[in-house]
């Protein structure tokens, strides 16, 4: 697997969480689930000023292989999404952590920490899951 960035938590759902600067989180999959998924060929984005429960439905990407929900890590409100994802739903593959974000959140309650994977404890989350 290749090196997780250490400025992000995880869930056991593979998405990721990244807190901006603003107050707002980034939120999208994991190289791990997107390596699984396969090449994706269509991501269907939320609408922004969206409510969304934690553990949500949130957004859902399709692949050749297969289509997976991708579910809310925390509650709150959809502030905006990734519009590049509809034409170029490829860069979830090429940069899940970068220009693959899939929807920025404002946090209804703050982000419960306990819930969530560090970087490590994703890592062998992973790795328990491939043996």
């Known amino acids: 697997m290749s090196d997780l960035p250490g400025d992000l938590l ?20 994991t190289d791990h689930a997107a390596k699984a998924l396969g090449d994706l060929v269509y991501v269907e984005l939320p609408e922004v000023g969206q409510d969304v429960d934690e ?4 957004a859902v990407v399709e692949s050749v292989k297969a289509a997976s929900d ?11 999404v990734n519009e ?3 034409d170029e739903p490829e860069k979830i593959n090429a940069d899940p952590y970068g220009e693959g974000w899939i929807v920025r959140m404002q946090p209804s309650d703050g982000v419960d920490e306990s819930a969530l994977m560090s970087p ?12």
């Not at 809310?72 to 905006?80: D, M, T, Y």
Request: proline share 2%.
């Open 10 to 29: 995880y869930t056991n759902d593979h998405e990721w969480l990244r807190r901006e600067d603003d107050g707002t989180v980034s939120i999208g999959v």
């Open 120 to 131: 490590d404890a994703y890592q062998q989350f992973c790795d328990e899951l491939d043996d």
């Open 84 to 86: 590049e994802l509809a």
């Open 55 to 58: 553990g949500g439905d949130m």
């Open 70 to 80: 991708v579910y809310a890590p925390i509650g709150g409100s959809i502030v905006a």
